[in-house]
């Protein structure tokens, strides 16, 4: 059996011990029982969230769906033999060692399942029972999610049985003859029974009350299938949300992660045996579901496309995407003041220095591969009084991407050194791109060399 809510079998292999064969199985591991968590929620006088009794319930009457659908029975349905996961909201039903595939011409023991979640036809000894047994069961452990303790705690056979008259009142004698056609010894007094509503007073306003009529009553033939019981009202938000809620009961566990996703787990052969009305709300969840999913992977894809096109990356990048690829081509020009504070800037800007003179150079291509600028200048202190600059452009590429230019400006001696930007990009100027550099402390050949856009720059001081 291959199933969500069934514990997964992994291997199988005997072993003898002490002359007797047994039989080990390895399945896959569980941390946790639904005995433990109603003890723990017992034990700090708290009862367990409707959304959870839903969570679970709706679990394991589905993974009875399934088992029956197969005709296996069970036959010891309690909460020490269903594993949970708190972790991840998940139940599996474990411990199949009284199962059986019933066959209606075979006659079976009477004497099974624990005495709590016995049901009334094997207290009167039917031999010849279904699958309802274990319906009788989950109805039982649905009952004890809610109150918090065993519906049924009989201490023997017929101090059990007594339990459930005490609560659903004396059985007639066409309930008892259809739980067993042989037994006679019906002599019970007439009593009345108790409403859920009265013995589950804490849960008195909730839906969970119709479930357990369905599941817990005498006659086995009218009592709920799993396949039926699963497309009750009471666990409807499982399946089909009203609109504005999550895709489930719950929500999101107490540990903040998502409840599983019940729509988007059914198999489609698994829903050949569930009810037309409950098969049509989750292909229609489903459907939905996948519209969904469709959008937002349309979303996805335009605004990742749209992320990529040009225009996104240059406002990603503070750039205007009006501006043109051949920007890199604008003229250069070289400006030099009064107090020798000297920048190289495209042509254009908006910076101004008062009592500058600028020399026109022609355009260089910055794209291209890297290009050696030297800058030399003579000392200030010559006998003419008069500053000579040359600016050398050499191309290091294959072909030339600019024309060597030599000039000379002429101006008034000043004591400082010319300074040049180490940057060819207005936006890459470095902090100390308009400060005047230190004067040299001695007459020795000063040299600096510096990086530009992967191009080579060469400052050379000498004395006059």
């Not at 108790?194 to 804490?202: D, G, P, T, V, Y």
């Not at 107490?254 to 489609?268: C, I, L, V, W, Y």
């Not at 579901?289 to 990048?317: C, D, L, T, Y």
Request: with cysteine.
């Amino acid at each position: 059996m291959h199933h969500v809510n069934v514990v997964v079998l992994y291997y199988y292999f005997f072993a003898l011990s002490g002359g007797d064969n047994y039989l080990n199985l390895i399945q896959e591991f569980v941390p946790q029982t639904l005995s433990r968590l109603i003890k723990h929620h017992w034990r700090i006088r708290q009862a367990i969230p409707l959304a959870s009794v839903k969570l679970y319930s709706f679990q394991l009457l589905r993974g009875l769906a399934y088992i029956h659908h197969r005709a296996v029975c069970h036959r010891d349905i309690k909460p020490q033999n269903l594993l949970i996961n708190p972790e991840q909201g998940t139940l599996k039903i474990c411990d199949f060692g009284s199962a059986k595939i019933l066959n209606p011409e075979e006659p079976n023991v009477s004497y099974i399942c624990s005495r709590y979640y016995r049901a009334p036809e094997l207290i009167f000894g039917a031999t010849h029972y279904t699958v309802s047994i274990d319906m009788w069961s989950a109805g039982c452990v649905i009952g004890e999610l809610l109150l918090g303790r065993p519906v049924f705690p009989g201490s023997s056979g017929v101090d059990q049985l007594v339990e459930i008259i005490k609560i659903l009142g004396t059985p007639t004698p066409e309930q008892v003859r259809e739980m067993n056609p042989d037994y006679s010894e019906f002599k019970f007094p007439n009593i009345n029974g108790c409403s859920w509503e009265k013995l589950i007073r804490n849960r008195s306003s909730e839906s969970a009350f119709p479930v357990l009529r369905r599941l817990l009553i005498y006659s086995p033939r009218i009592r709920a299938t799993a396949s039926n019981i699963l497309a009750d009202p009471f666990f409807a938000d499982l399946i089909f949300p009203p609109p504005g809620h999550p895709p489930n009961a719950t929500g999101h566990l107490p540990n903040g992660k998502p409840a599983p996703q019940f729509p988007s787990e059914f198999t489609e052969s698994e829903m050949e045996y569930l009810p037309e009305s409950l098969v049509s709300r989750i292909r229609h969840f489903q459907n939905a579901a996948a519209e969904v999913s469709r959008k937002s992977n349309e979303a996805r894809e335009r605004s990742s496309s749209s992320q990529s096109s040009p225009e996104a990356i240059n406002r990603m990048q503070g750039k205007n995407p009006r501006e043109s690829q051949s920007d890199t081509l604008r003229p250069l020009q070289l400006t030099t003041g009064k107090h020798c504070s000297a920048c190289l800037r495209t042509s254009g800007s908006a910076i101004s220095r008062s009592q500058t003179r600028s020399m026109a150079m022609s355009a260089v291509d910055v794209r291209a591969k890297p290009v050696v600028l030297r800058y030399n200048q003579r000392s200030a202190r010559r006998a003419d009084n008069r500053l000579s600059e040359s600016v050398d452009f050499e191309a290091t590429t294959r072909t030339a991407v600019a024309r060597r230019v030599e000039t000379s400006l002429s101006t008034r001696p000043h004591r400082s050194v010319s300074y040049l930007s180490q940057s060819f990009h207005p936006g890459a100027l470095s902090e100390n791109a308009f400060q005047s550099p230190q004067r040299p402390k001695s007459r020795n050949a000063q040299s600096n060399r510096v990086s530009v856009f992967g191009s080579s720059f060469s400052h050379k001081n000498e004395n006059g």
